[in-house]
């Protein structure tokens, strides 16, 4: 019973971690893509 327990906290406490960092994978990706952007326009 304890284990399945555990499984279930660690579960819960995993679920946001991994939203969190889909999140900011996502939104470093965008900001690096503004930048490559950015600059590819300045150079023309």
Do not use: D
């Not at 327990?5 to 900011?24: E, R």
């Not at 994978?25 to 150079?43: K, M, Q």
Request: proline fraction near 2%; hydrophobic fraction near 60%; glycine fraction near 12%.
């Amino acid at each position: 019973m304890f284990e399945l327990i555990k499984s279930m906290a660690f579960a819960l406490v995993m679920v946001p971690v991994v939203m969190v960092g889909i999140l900011g994978l996502i939104y470093g990706l965008g900001e690096l893509f503004n930048i490559v952007s950015r600059i590819g326009r300045s150079e023309k």
